[in-house]
């Protein structure tokens, strides 16, 4: 049998040293993956627990309020004056309106989440959409001191009508508006305007509240995340709705921009296209009502 030269043995054992320094350099390669996936798994994990024990108190904080207010309405209804009588309900709105407005958010996640969201569109009166949709928020602009403008474009006089999915555009700019709110500085304005460009519908919300640093704004759209966690944070919310309003911006075909800086405000521009109407509705409803507005710039 042929023996091998040393230059031969060289070469294989520096082939066979390659051949380790490349398994060593792979195997670092998917290590170095696998940790990224894990931490952010772990991060994943603590967000999502961040968001149940944060959502957990958004729920039961209300629904508290509302049975602990009830339990003392019917226990003492007639020594009960009127004044508290009123300020009562007023809490017990305003607790129900928040519970609810939670709830919807969180069924919209699920839907989300289960590859159930499917689009709706239908002939829908843009400017009695906004104006229901920001009627719905009043009580609550109203104990901050806020008023809101609602502006829509001289196009929309002679035909309201844009194919779109309601319930979805509705959710969309609920969430806008209740950020804007939350955000806003006591005693400011808020902006409400949309607009045709070519086939599609421009919405614009804008606040004059604190605003959002630049490094933070590409995060903001993220699921379960705040920029403020924490018992402390003193903002209330759960990191739900803004990753709700860009998907269902996404699934209607659309986009949504961001325009802040801090101390500034905040301006939330979604552009979407027109779809094609699968239902004869001709007004938004919320409650199985047509609702018909003439919105020209009122505020309230």
């Given at each position: 049998m042929h023996g091998l030269s040393d230059e031969e043995i060289t070469g294989e054992l520096l082939k066979r040293l390659r051949d380790k320094d490349r398994a060593y350099h792979d195997l670092s390669v998917v290590t170095k993956k696998l940790e990224a996936v894990n931490a952010r798994l772990i991060e994943s994990e603590k967000l999502k627990t961040d968001f149940l024990s944060n959502i957990r108190n958004e729920i039961n904080n209300p629904l508290t309020s509302v049975l602990t207010l009830c339990e003392f309405l019917v226990s003492d209804a007639d020594s009960t004056g009127q004044e508290t009588l009123i300020s009562v309900a007023g809490t017990i709105y305003r607790e129900a309106f928040n519970l609810s407005f939670q709830l919807r958010n969180i069924f919209a996640a699920a839907e989300l989440e289960a590859g159930d969201a499917v689009l709706c569109a239908s002939n829908v009166d843009i400017p009695a959409l906004i104006r229901n949709t920001t009627l719905s928020f009043k009580q609550r602009m109203t104990e901050k001191k806020l008023?809101?403008?609602?502006?829509?474009?001289?196009?929309?006089?002679?035909?309201?009508?844009?194919?779109?999915?309601?319930?979805?555009?509705?959710?969309?700019?609920?969430?806008?508006?209740?950020?804007?709110?939350?955000?806003?500085?006591?005693?400011?304005?808020?902006?409400?305007?949309?607009?045709?460009?070519?086939s599609s519908l421009v919405v614009i919300v804008e606040d004059h509240g604190i605003g959002i640093e630049k490094d933070a704004q590409?995060?903001?759209?993220?699921?379960?995340?705040?920029?403020?966690?924490?018992?402390?944070?003193?903002?209330?919310?759960?990191?739900?709705?803004?990753?709700?309003?860009?998907?269902?911006?996404?699934?209607?075909?659309?986009?949504?921009?961001?325009?802040s800086a801090k101390n500034e405000g905040t301006a939330f521009t979604v552009t979407l296209p027109e779809g094609q109407a699968v239902a004869g509705a001709s007004a938004f409803s919320e409650d199985g009502n047509d609702f018909f507005f003439n919105d020209s710039g009122e505020k309230f």
């Open positions: 008023s809101v403008a609602i502006n829509v474009g001289e196009e929309w006089s002679a035909s309201p009508y844009f194919v779109v999915d309601a319930d979805k555009l509705q959710r969309v700019l609920a969430n806008l508006l209740t950020n804007a709110i939350e955000f806003s500085h006591e005693g400011k304005n808020i902006e409400i305007r949309a607009g045709r460009e070519g590409g995060i903001i759209f993220d699921r379960f995340r705040q920029l403020e966690t924490g018992v402390t944070k003193s903002h209330a919310g759960h990191g739900l709705g803004l990753s709700i309003v860009k998907a269902f911006v996404e699934l209607m075909n659309g986009t949504i921009t961001v325009r």
